[in-house]
Every structure is written in structure tokens, then in C-alpha cells.
């Protein structure tokens, strides 16, 4: 691949990189606030309550239908749409966005403990669906974009007020769960924009990925 190729390339993605790492940034600092700072200083979240009785029921089914198993074969579904679209570090993106959010959520819920209320604390539904979604928008079509983006919308306001209504989440609980989701989604992305310039490379030279594992292989040697 020719150099004017390749910096052409980079210099496309440079300033999106720098808005991405931006964001993530912004999460991180918006869920410190949100489950350090504020807490600290005396700040007392509103307890989960229940209401629209009618509704309890369907959104207990709702947030029972978000189990592992329906996350893993989303997951699943994800990489193989990023293998057959031949997107390089498509499947390190699906990861991140989806293991990301939800490893970190748990790990959240363990460590904040009893120092701010559970229904609090980023809700695990709402993170399960919304980085399916991210992860979605990461590795389909740009054609398929506004459809993914438009379903997945109503997906996590639907889990979001599941969770909402039955008490297992509040406002606060659903926010810190769409922070979440967006930091590792924001470092996905950040990945995402490197795979052009693989693309690129390997469209150039195919043997060039070829080429560096047998380098690397006599270099061990």
C-alpha cells in the first residue's frame, strides 16, 4: 500500500479518534461523579419504586428475557457478521463493547456495595441490551445504521422502563448504565477506526499479514 494511501487514511480517522477518546473520557469522569464524588459529599439517591401496576408483570418478562444465554448468541450473531464482512478488529470491538460494559458493571456493583442504593448502582439489563446495540452499530452496514440505531432505541427505552417499573432501576440506575455502555462503546469505535487502514493494507498486499506472523515467528526462533 502506498504511503500517500495510508496517511490519507489516517488523517480521515484522526480527528474522529480524538472526538472518541473524548467521549470516553467524559463517561469516565460523568461515573466517577456520578458513584464517588456524589456519594461522598452526601448526596442520597431516590429508591427504586414500583408504579403502573398493570405493566409489572410484562416488564418482569422483559427483563427476564435478557438472561446470558440471549446475550451470548447476540454476541455470537455479532461476530459472525463482522467475520463474513471481513472487518478487521470487527470481533475485538464486539467484545469490547459487549464483555466491556458488562464485566464492568458487575465489577461496579461489587465495589460500590451498600455505599449508594442498589437500584442505584448501573442496572446489568440495561447495560446487556444497550451494548448489543452499540456493538451492532459498530460492525453492520452504514445502510443498516439508522435501522440499528432507530430498533435499538426502542429496545433500551423498552428494558430501560422494565427495569424502571419494577422497581429494579432508577433514573439515576439507567444514566450510569448508558455511561458504561457509551465508554466502552467510545473505545470500540476507537478500534473500529483502525480497520480501514488494515483493509487497506491487505487489499494492497495480501501477503503483508503473512509476511509480519513469519517475521515474528523467525524473530522467536
Not at 429496545?155 to 430501560?160: D, E, Q, R, S, T
Not at 440506575?173 to 476507537?190: I, N, P
Request: some cysteine.
Amino acid at each position: 500500500m502506498s504511503t500517500t494511501t495510508t496517511e490519507r487514511i489516517r488523517l480521515q480517522y484522526r480527528g474522529t479518534r480524538r472526538r472518541l477518546w473524548t467521549a470516553a473520557a467524559v463517561a469516565a469522569v460523568l461515573l466517577i461523579a456520578l458513584y464517588a464524588v456524589l456519594p461522598a459529599v452526601g448526596i442520597d439517591y431516590p429508591h427504586g419504586r414500583t408504579f403502573l401496576a398493570p405493566l409489572y408483570r410484562p416488564a418482569a418478562a422483559v427483563l427476564g428475557s435478557l438472561e446470558v444465554t440471549s446475550v451470548l448468541l447476540a454476541v455470537t450473531v455479532l461476530t459472525v457478521i463482522a467475520v463474513v464482512r471481513k472487518l478487521h478488529y470487527g470481533i475485538a470491538a464486539v467484545l469490547l463493547t459487549t464483555l466491556g460494559a458488562n464485566l464492568m458493571g458487575a465489577a461496579m456493583r461489587a465495589w460500590i456495595g451498600d455505599a449508594v442504593l442498589p437500584s442505584a448502582v448501573a442496572n446489568g439489563p440495561v447495560i446487556a441490551a444497550a451494548s448489543v446495540v452499540a456493538a451492532a452499530s459498530t460492525v453492520c452496514a452504514w445502510r443498516w445504521r439508522p435501522a440499528v440505531a432507530g430498533l435499538g432505541s426502542v429496545v433500551i427505552l423498552a428494558v430501560a422502563g422494565a427495569a424502571v417499573i419494577t422497581a429494579a432501576a432508577s433514573v439515576v440506575s439507567v444514566v450510569g448504565a448508558l455511561l458504561v455502555v457509551g465508554f466502552w462503546w467510545s473505545l470500540a469505535s476507537v478500534v473500529m477506526t483502525h480497520s480501514p487502514i488494515a483493509a487497506e493494507r491487505e487489499r494492497q498486499n495480501p501477503l503483508s499479514t503473512a509476511a509480519m506472523a513469519l517475521g515474528a515467528t523467525r524473530d522467536r526462533d
